[in-house]
């Protein structure tokens, strides 16, 4: 037993779909969350402020006395994996939980996979689909405009802008006739009735929190990492920027009331006074 506290980051409210997953499948760990709301987007920047970023938001998390580390950020998990290898703490990102359950997924063997410009500059879930099944094939469409109408909460499916962007973004996906679509990004999740609506109800949607909730169950059984099982986890957010607004939009990526502390960080200085 270990009742030492999950760290999650991501590059703002988008991990959030993660920690609900989390919650529901492990609810006697305690978790601390941080949401880089002060430097989101993550998806458009250089591999190198990426990495920079990973590393200080998972030093943060060390510094909070975690267990272990989900990036739960498609961004961070397939441009900076290298970053999560070398914490000394275990850590995983969201892209092998997330293919593995779209291969599972699809009968026809055609995937599409959505994400942010970095995530699909990368080919990461592209590789590790191929891994798993090289039969499979892979079409990937970047979807940069999701991820602010997300955070500005413009999520009904009926509304006009969301739904013309999201036809716009999977035409050509469709037109491929794929039966599975991977959501490779935390924030998509929150996108899935609209992207329903779109593909049609035939076509598989793999959330990347689900499955990444449920890895990351095995490897803390399998390490003997679990927390006790009498307990009921507490949850604490930390945010870089505008702790105000986060309170307002994330009981939306959480489906419920945020229950727990949500304090203010200043991650630059906190990350290098812990280097
Ligand atoms: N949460 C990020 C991801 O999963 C998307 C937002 C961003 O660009 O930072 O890639």
């Known amino acids: 037993m270990d009742n030492r506290p999950i760290g999650v980051f991501d590059s703002g409210l988008g991990g959030l779909t993660v920690v609900r997953q989390l919650i529901s499948q492990l609810p006697c760990e305690d978790i601390v969350y941080f949401g880089d709301t002060g430097r989101v987007p993550y998806g458009t920047r250089s591999a190198e402020t990426i990495e920079k970023y990973a590393s200080q938001d998972s030093r943060f998390l060390i510094g909070k006395g975690v267990k272990f580390i989900i990036a739960a950020c498609g961004t961070v998990s397939s441009v900076a994996p290298h970053i999560l290898n070398s914490l000394p703490v275990p850590a995983i990102g969201v892209v092998e ?19 942010t410009a970095a995530t699909i500059n990368s080919g990461s879930f592209r590789q590790a689909i191929l891994r798993l099944q090289p039969n499979a094939e892979v079409f990937e469409q970047a979807c940069p405009l999701f991820v602010p109408l997300v955070e500005n909460g413009w999520i009904d499916q009926n509304n006009e802008i969301t739904r013309l962007t999201a036809e716009k973004y999977l035409a ?11 959501l490779g990004c935390t924030h998509f999740p929150l996108l899935m009735p609209v992207i329903r609506k779109v593909l049609g109800p035939d076509v598989a949607l793999v959330d990347s929190g689900k499955s990444t909730a449920a890895y990351c169950a095995r490897r803390l059984t399998q390490a003997g990492l679990l927390a006790s099982p009498d307990k009921k986890g507490s949850h604490s957010f930390y945010v870089s920027d505008r702790p105000g607004d986060f309170t307002r939009v994330a009981s939306m990526f959480l489906g419920r009331e945020i229950e727990g502390s949500i304090s203010m960080v200043d991650i630059e200085q906190v990350a290098c006074a812990s280097c």
Not at 97 to 111: D, F, G, R, T, Y
Request: hydrophobic share 55%; charged share 20%.
């Open 97 to 115: 939980p997330a293919a593995a359950a779209a291969v599972e997924a699809s009968k026809n063997l055609k995937i599409g996979v959505v994400g």
């Open 172 to 182: 050509p996906l469709k037109a491929e006739g794929i039966d599975t679509l991977l």
